[in-house]
Structure formats: structure tokens, C-alpha cells
């Protein structure tokens, strides 16, 4: 879904990190994560991400639940920063539901997978700075093997309904 479908014109952000809007059944979240852990031996950082997704019924019962499950590695420079900010654009409608609500919850860090990323060097294609090593999965696989040896984590929260109510909370960090 487009920022400007949900309201948001991204031309007027200024200096700030995160976008956020709600029009017309359609709630819009778009921003940026930029990283750097100087204390990291290796030279890339793992992510994994927990969305929770609840929908609702008119009267107010969940009748539906899903979890999904994201694992990515990203690449780190000589001064242990992130090549360039990780995006997180979304998007989001009501469709048939009454109520929707999403957390989304991020863990990232100096870590390893063993057997999948492992080791000090970057353990992916060169050329590239992010790697999907696990897609969106309502399965946590990949998400629960990760090992790190620190990390930080921050979330994000969304609730909309057709009433026209909605409730974007996101880490201070990005609306500085």
C-alpha cells in the first residue's frame, strides 16, 4: 500500500526516521533502522522479527491469530556501522475485518546461526548488504537458533478499526 493512499505525505518528514498515518481504512508505517555495534567481531549483524497479527470481529471478539517469523543478516563496514539504513515499509488495510492489530517485534545484533551464518565474515553472496535468510514464516524455524552474543530490541505497535479509530506507537528513537 502507498504512503499516499494512507495519508502520509513522505515529502514532509524533515530530519525524522519514521512516517505513520491512518485514512480511509488503510494504516501506513514506513522507517528506518540504522545499526552499529563496534563491539561485534564479525562484520554483519542478524535480525529477527515477530509480527503478531489479530483481527476482529465486529463485536470485538479475535476470531483469527497469526504469527510470522522473519530472519535477515545485514551487512556491517569497516566502522561496524550498517552499509546503509534497513527500510521497513508497511502497509495495511482493514478488508473484511472490524479491527486490526499488528506488534511487531524486533531483535537485532551481533549473533549467529550455526550451520547458516556462522563465523566472523560475511557469510553471503558479496555484493550483497541484506540477506532473507528466513522469509515471513508462520513457522519459527530459523528465529529460535539464533544465538546472540548481545543485541537490542524495540517494537512497534498498530490498532485500527472501521470507526475510524487508530493507535500508532512507535520507540521514541524513531521520532526524534
Known amino acids: 500500500m502507498s504512503a499516499k493512499k ?9 530530519d525524522k526516521q519514521a512516517a ?4 480511509n481504512q488503510n494504516i501506513f508505517l514506513l522507517f528506518y533502522n540504522f545499526v552499529s555495534a563496534p563491539r561485534c567481531k564479525r562484520n554483519y ?5 515477530k509480527l503478531t497479527k ?6 470485538g471478539g479475535a476470531y483469527k491469530q497469526r504469527v510470522l517469523y522473519l530472519v535477515e543478516a545485514m551487512k556491517l563496514d569497516d566502522q561496524k556501522r550498517t552499509k546503509k539504513p534497513d527500510e521497513h515499509r508497511k502497509g495495511y488495510t482493514l478488508g473484511k475485518e472490524f479491527r486490526r492489530e499488528l506488534l511487531a517485534e524486533y531483535q537485532v545484533g551481533c549473533a549467529e546461526i550455526k550451520g547458516v551464518a556462522e563465523g566472523d565474515i560475511w557469510p553471503f553472496p ?10 515471513y514464516s508462520e513457522t519459527p524455524k530459523l528465529y ?3 544465538r546472540f552474543d548481545f543485541s537490542k530490541s524495540y517494537r512497534f ?3 485500527f478499526d472501521k470507526k475510524g479509530h487508530y493507535y500508532i506507537d512507535v520507540p521514541n528513537f524513531l521520532t526524534r
Not at 6 to 11: E, I
Not at 20 to 23: H, I, L, P, V
Not at 45 to 49: D, G, K, T
Open 6 to 14: 494512507a495519508g502520509v505525505d513522505l515529502t514532509k518528514i524533515g
Open 20 to 23: 505513520k498515518g491512518f485514512q
Open 45 to 49: 549483524l542478524l535480525q529477527r522479527v
Open 54 to 59: 489479530k483481527f476482529y470481529s465486529a463485536d
Open 126 to 135: 558479496d555484493g550483497k548488504l541484506y540477506h532473507k535468510i528466513q522469509d
Open 144 to 146: 529460535d537458533l539464533i
Open 157 to 159: 505497535t498498530l490498532r
